[in-house]
Nanobody, 120 residues
Framework: QVQLVESGGGLVQAGGSLRLSCAASGNIFSINDMAWYRQAPGKQRELVVVISSGGSTNYADSVKGRFIISRDNAENTVYLQMNSLKPEDTAVYYC??????????????WGQGTLGTVSS
C-alpha cells in the first residue's frame, strides 16, 4: 500500500506564513498528480492546488499569488508554502496523491490532515 504523512500545520497570525509537507511512502512505482485540499469548519472540502508529475499547477482563485506548491519527485514529497495568510485560510489541510504501485495499480491516497489556524 501507499501512505501519505503530512506535517507543518500550526497557529500563525494573519499575514504570516506556514509551510506544509507531505511525504508518500510504501509500494510506489510512481506518483502522478499530487494535490492539497482543505476543509474549513462547517464547510465542504475544497481543492486548493494540484501539481502534475511534470510540474504543471492549477490553483484555486482564492489562493493564487499567495500559495506555492512544489514537489520533489525523487523523495515523493509535495510542499505547500502558504504566505499572506488570512483567517479564512483556517482549515484542516489534506494531501492527496494518485500513485501507481509496484504492481502497476492506480491508487488514490489521502493524508490524515494537518490543521492550519490563522488568527486575526
Amino acid at each position: 500500500q501507499v501512505q501519505l504523512v503530512e506535517s507543518g500545520g500550526g497557529l500563525v497570525q494573519a499575514g504570516g506564513s506556514l509551510r506544509l509537507s507531505c511525504a508518500a511512502s510504501g509500494n510506489i512505482f510512481s506518483i502522478n498528480d499530487m494535490a492539497w485540499y482543505r476543509q474549513a469548519p462547517g464547510k465542504q472540502r475544497e481543492l486548493v492546488v494540484v501539481i502534475s508529475s511534470g510540474g504543471s499547477t492549477n490553483y484555486a482563485d482564492s489562493v493564487k499569488g499567495r500559495f506555492i506548491i512544489s514537489r520533489d519527485n525523487a523523495e515523493n514529497t509535495v510542499y505547500l508554502q502558504m504566505n499572506s495568510l488570512k483567517p479564512e485560510d483556517t482549515a484542516v489541510y489534506y494531501c492527496e496523491a494518485v500513485a501507481t504501485t509496484l504492481r502497476r495499480r492506480y491508487l488514490e491516497v489521502w493524508g490524515q490532515g494537518t490543521l492550519g489556524t490563522v488568527s486575526s
